[in-house]
């Protein structure tokens, strides 16, 4: 560990009320994108970067390309495309590799800017306003 | 382009929210087409987490689970559900998990009620609808939904209602009722625009 944990205690009620969207103050300062972590281990496969080169949502459905069919890579990236021949959430591609979100955003990112896999689609809020689209919602839910 | 004709589904998302231990993953299983997936959901540093179920306190750990599951809705449509780190110390997190997403189920273990108000509070903040759901244990003693309903404080439009997270049935009436918020809304976002 690298340091100790807030010894604070459990907020007791609707702790957000007091505090900027997503900054909790007992939260981490916004570590995702500063301060590298120097004792995590699958940052070594992204070359010690934590950000993506392209922004990547947990459900946007990657798939390979024609030119990653017949791209010669190694490791994770073998692994991502062969993976990927379904298009495939980046969310279901970091289970299926073992590694952080973070971690996989970077190597998927990576082969989206070789144009080794295309991003197929990502989720919106935009249908929620459609009535047609939710009915379908239901419907599809209805009949599992 | 894509080489392949087939067009890829249209991916919705939906969050699964509560405390620790109030059936998030349980309710992920039981919709899921898949065996629930697990991810480390923290970025770099100092994610810490101090679970709060009793006797746990002091638990440690620099990564967060992630568990998520995916129903296949129809042959051009995928839902995905995230299960979201119930204590407020991953809220920073929480932007990008709710990013894009069609609305949230609360879930509430009633032993420990508050443990769904950061849920709660942030769903209300970001406008994201959702539906509070009182996980129906074994053999617990139950508070009832309108004392739930009270002790929340949640508005009168957000359905409070009872789930067992274990059962497919009872998960796909849970969402059912989620989307027919989302539906309720949606028409009147439409009759409002037509006018």
Redesign the interface.
Known sequence: MVTDPPDDEEPLARPYLAHDLGRPSSGPPDGADSAPEHDVRPYLVTAGRTASVTPLALEALVRITSRGRDAQVAYEAAEILHFCRRPQSVAEVSAHLGRPVAVTRVLVGDLVAANLLTIEASATRDVADDPAFIERLMLGVAGL | ????SDR??????ILISGGFGAGKTTAIAA?SDIPP??????????????D?RGGAE?K?T??VA?D?G??T??ES?V??M?GTPG??????M????A?????GLVLVDTARL?DC??A???FE??GL?FVVAVNQFDGRENLALAEVRVATDVDAHVPVVAVDARS?ESM?AL??TL??V??Q???S??AASAH
């Open positions: 382009m894509s080489p392949d890829s589904p249209i991916p919705v998302k919709l997936l697990t991810t480390e959901g923290a970025m770099t540093t100092a994610a810490l987490a101090v709060d002091g440690t620099t990564t992630l998520f995916r129903v809705i129809d449509i839902l995905y995230f204590q407020d110390r991953f809220g920073f929480w932007n990008d998990l990013d894009g997403a069609l609305g508050k108000f950061v709660i509070d942030y903040r970001i609808p497919r796909k969402v059912l989307l027919d989302l539906l809304r949606a028409r976002w439409e």
